[in-house]
């Protein structure tokens, strides 16, 4: 069974709108969660990271949230632009540090 | 920086052909990962390396597939034979060490299998 859960799997909204994209998990220990972003035919770029004790982090019109007692996590995206069209991936790291657990990741579409 | 720098970028075989990929990882990184990517799928880690010895190939068919890092810098992943199945983009990332710092991933490979 997957240990990270991401949804909604695919979300189209309108540029300019604003969106948010969910991560549960259930990967513990716990060292960091990461948010990445994966364009079409690209490998993923790290959008933020996030240590047990932080419960916000920003990147631009990104911001993530980490709520580590309900191992919840979130992607705010502001103002979104078409180029922010891409997919979404949350990942846990265990403290072991051995194997990242990777999401299947949301898939935005922003339209003109 | 440099980041992970992977070839050849699209790679079109026919099944039970080989098939060679290769990664060169940002410099000073110690431990590269090589990944699968199914379509909709998120990545699945095939192989781990520390240096050059393999940390974790634990979900490799190691029937097929077989990889190598010699001097603990490049690394080829082969397929050989090939299957359908094995469509799919192959990522491979490093990172500064087993703790996963500083972890960046190249821009893959795309194998279709016909």
């Known amino acids: 069974k997957n240990q990270v859960e991401q949804s909604p799997q695919s979300l189209i909204i309108l540029e300019g709108k604003n969106c948010t994209l969910q991560?549960?998990?259930?990967?513990?220990?716990?060292?960091?969660l990461r948010w990445y972003k994966q364009d079409t035919g690209r490998g993923p770029v790290s959008l933020t990271i996030?240590?047990?004790?932080?419960n916000t982090k920003s990147n631009g019109r990104y911001t993530a949230t980490l709520d580590a007692d309900t191992k919840q996590s979130s992607l705010h995206i502001t103002a979104s632009q078409l180029s922010d069209s891409a997919s979404y991936i949350c990942v846990v790291s265990p403290n072991s540090g051995y194997a990242l657990n990777f999401g299947k990741g949301t898939s935005l579409l922003v339209t003109p | 920086e440099a980041g992970v720098a992977q070839s050849p970028r699209y790679k079109i075989i026919e099944k039970r052909q080989s098939v060679a990929f290769w990664c060169n990882p940002i410099s000073g990184h110690a431990t590269l990962y090589w990944y699968q990517q199914i379509l909709g799928q998120g990545p699945k880690l095939l192989i781990q390396f520390q240096n050059n010895g393999v940390v974790d190939d634990s979900q490799l068919p190691k029937d097929r597939f077989s990889a190598e890092r010699l001097k603990g810098v490049d690394s080829t992943l082969k397929i050989q034979p090939a299957k359908l199945e094995d469509s799919a983009v192959y990522l491979c990332?490093?990172?500064?060490?087993?703790?996963?710092?500083?972890?960046?991933f190249g821009s893959g490979t795309r194998l279709t299998v016909v």
């Open positions: 996030m240590t047990f004790s932080e």
């Open positions: 990332a490093s990172s500064l060490d087993r703790n996963s710092y500083g972890y960046t």
């Open positions: 991560c549960n998990y259930t990967v513990s220990p716990f060292s960091n």
